[in-house]
């Protein structure tokens, strides 16, 4: 019998490493004498009170609906995947080329195609982890981090030697032809009437993040295949001995994982800046990895946890933009999620399984 | 490639193997306990923070040590909290320090010295100033042999001769004593160590902290000799590197500062050549910055001898009953 019920382990424990986040980086913002009160009313007003800020929050939650995704699929055949970051440089490499090499008479052929570039890109980037992992045993966390540092490597050295247009200094590649701008949700809305912020970077990847979301959800809890991997996340043996193979279950869990982290770059290489630079990613593999332990690998608390970590990526510009509170709280926020919501978790859990035991002993 | 330049580079090479050798050592003790650390990053990155802003504030490099090898020490208590009372994800617990480090060293540095981020520039004093090694001087003009040892074996800081020595230190520890037996049992067989009567998490505390200790001393040489003040993110993945060659050399510590000493050559190599030509191919600097991380993966592999970690890593250890 379980010692907890099922609604305290999926929302309960979550919640409550959460709010003990948030006090931690209230008393951070204390720490370095500012007024978290007055900093939590900035970061709602800048994320969520106008659709400027909406389009900036559901920008960046795009990005981390992808890595997040990413993260779970793997953490379900209990594979953790640090080379998201790694992988989503790579998929901006595959949407780049697919952007600049292919005339595209309409943005939504481009898309498609751009999509599976960059999957495919990412794909490959973690195929070799997986690979090594499968079929000679090397860990996979060492690997994909070595592989996130390699992907940087490779990437600056295509931007600089490859793909630099003649007589530019800057390492990025030229502009994406003005056939496949993506149509930003400004221009997505306007058409039924309503009013969104022309400046937000907020496009029609999100309603593929969005749709990226219920086909892991399907995947996951629907097919076959779902079945095998979640399987063989919850025991190596059973699943060996139920005939699931797991070089197969590996490869396949750590190639969609990484596809999803390379279908990244639709958001911020071909929907935002529309050209492919240094560092376009700009850390949102990582933040996966919280996303991914916050939403308990469901695709729908990855919905809810890339929404909320969009909104302090906006709120935490925003404080950087108006107060003297670096960028960089984001950081020490998305360290105590992920301390607490993965690292952590048996602190909050012991006391709680405890309490809940006491409870059911009190009824019987 | 002239005599000079060759002792020019070998002279580089030392200075940029001594942090990534600290940190390999002490990930060396965590792991050989049977903790897994990618945390070796963040701690670097907090004690280099906190050394130089205690060495520009009281203008005493020492204190800076200190405080860089407390704020190490705190984090790796997080750590052991973490992965040994609480029994949680090592490598998720790591992956928390090093953001953890990252963010708050920007955010305390902007709040202490509103210079973006970055600590006042250190001036001496405020440094680990290079040692001269006796006769330096004197032996400078002897053909070969002066040249070598005014060069490249003297003028560095203590805290690379500290990091050379601990070398040979840490092999005492480990092979020549019994905290040392004790603490690798416990990274090989917990419960057999248990038996024994011997606490496993007081082994591993002392493990983590030790890892702490180094760390800090680490990111103190980062801070305070290499360069002169702390900038945002300056440790640039040599926890990452320094857990590249602890793979390299199989966590053993003899092969830890051969492994360090290589990927400190890359290091220097990429930092004075920028594309190296052989013949008509050019290999790019971008290769040789990724080619430690390109190394490990292929140890890791097992295609050039297997590297094998110990074998309760990873894993926290519970009591049964």
């Known amino acids: 019998m379980d010692k907890m019920p099922k609604w305290a382990d999926v929302v309960l424990i979550p919640l409550i490493s959460l709010i003990l986040a948030a006090i931690l980086s209230a008393l951070v913002i204390l720490g370095i004498g500012e007024d978290p009160i007055a900093a939590v009313n900035l970061m709602v007003s800048g994320a969520l009170g106008s659709t400027y800020g909406w389009g900036y929050t559901l920008y960046y939650a795009t990005n981390f609906l992808f890595t997040g995704l990413a993260v779970s699929v793997a953490f379900h055949a209990r594979l953790f995947n640090i080379g998201g970051e790694g992988q989503a440089m790579l998929g901006g490499l595959g949407v780049a080329l697919v952007c600049l090499y292919i005339p595209w008479p309409h943005w939504s052929l481009a898309l498609i195609f751009a999509s599976l570039g960059a999957a495919l890109f990412g794909a490959a980037w973690a195929a070799i982890p997986a690979y090594l992992q499968a079929k000679r045993g090397s860990h996979i966390v060492i690997t994909t981090i ?20 003649e007589g530019s200094m800057d390492p990025a590649t030229a502009r994406f032809p003005e056939a496949v701008h993506l149509p930003s949700l400004h221009e997505l ?18 309603l593929v993040a969005v749709g990226a979301c219920i086909a892991v959800w399907l995947l996951i809890w629907r097919t076959k295949l779902g079945y095998e991997i979640r399987a063989y996340g ?19 869990a750590m190639l969609i994982s990484g596809g999803l982290a390379g279908m990244m770059a639709t958001n911020n290489v071909m929907g935002e800046a529309e050209r492919l630079v240094l560092n376009s990613t700009e850390g949102a593999g990582f933040i996966g990895i919280a996303v991914a332990l916050m939403g308990r690998s469901h695709p729908f608390g990855v919905f809810l946890a890339a929404i909320l970590f969009g909104f302090l990526y906006q709120g935490g510009a925003e404080l950087a933009l108006w107060t003297s509170i670096p960028r960089e709280l984001i950081v020490v926020i998305q360290a105590l999620v992920i301390l607490f919501t993965g690292a952590l978790d048996n602190m909050v859990r012991g006391p709680l399984e405890r309490i809940f035991l006491a409870l059911r002993r009190g009824k019987a | 490639m002239d005599f000079l330049t060759l002792i020019q580079v070998l002279d580089s090479t030392v200075r940029l193997a001594t942090p990534l050798l600290l940190a390999c050592l002490a990930g060396l003790f965590s792991e050989r306990a049977g903790i897994f650390d990618i945390g070796l990053e963040g701690k670097m990155l907090m004690a280099a923070f906190f050394s130089a802003a205690v060495a520009a504030t009281t203008g005493n490099v020492w204190l800076g040590l200190l405080a860089g090898i407390a704020s190490s020490l705190v984090l790796s208590g997080l750590h052991g909290l973490a992965s040994i009372t609480f029994r949680g994800n090592q490598l998720i617990s790591g992956v928390a320090i090093n953001f953890l480090a990252a963010g708050m060293t920007v955010l305390i540095a902007q709040d202490w010295f509103q210079q973006g ?5 250190l001036f001496s004093g405020g440094r680990f100033e290079p040692l001269n090694l006796p006769f330096a001087d004197a032996l400078a003009d002897v053909p070969v042999l002066g040249p070598i040892y005014s060069e490249l074996l003297s003028g560095h800081s203590v805290l690379v001769y500290l990091a050379f020595l601990a070398v040979p230190a840490t092999a005492w520890i480990l092979f020549g004593t019994r905290f040392g037996l004790r603490l690798r049992a416990v990274g090989e067989n917990p419960a057999a160590v248990d038996t024994a009567g011997v606490s496993v998490v007081g082994l591993r505390y002392a493990a983590v902290m030790i890892c702490g200790l180094l760390c800090g001393i680490a990111g103190a040489y980062l801070a305070t000799a290499l360069q002169a003040g702390f900038v945002k993110d300056m440790t640039a993945g040599r926890g990452f590197i320094a857990l590249a060659a602890l793979i390299f050399a199989k966590w053993r510590p003899w092969h ?18 920028q594309n190296i030509e052989i013949g008509t191919f050019v290999i790019p600097v971008q290769m040789m910055d990724a ?9 890791l592999a097992g295609f050039v001898g297997k590297a094998v970690p110990p074998k309760a890593g990873g894993e926290p250890y ?3 009953r």
């Open chain 2, 318 to 320: 519970v009591k049964e």
């Open chain 1, 234 to 252: 919850n025991s190596e043996y059973g699943a060996l001995y139920a005939g699931i193979s797991p070089v197969k279950i590996t490869m396949i």
């Open chain 2, 117 to 121: 981020g970055r600590t006042p520039s």
């Open chain 2, 256 to 273: 830890a500062l051969g492994a360090c000493l290589l990927f400190g050559l890359l290091q220097a190599v990429a930092l004075r050549f």
């Open chain 1, 146 to 165: 070595m592989f996130n540092f390699i992907a940087a490597a490779v990437l600056n050295y295509v931007l600089v030697n490859l793909l630099r247009p």
């Open chain 1, 189 to 206: 809305l306007a058409p039924i009437g309503i009013e969104f912020s022309k400046a937000a970077p907020a496009n029609v990847s999100f």
């Open chain 2, 291 to 299: 080619l430690p991380y390109i190394l490990t993966v292929v140890i």
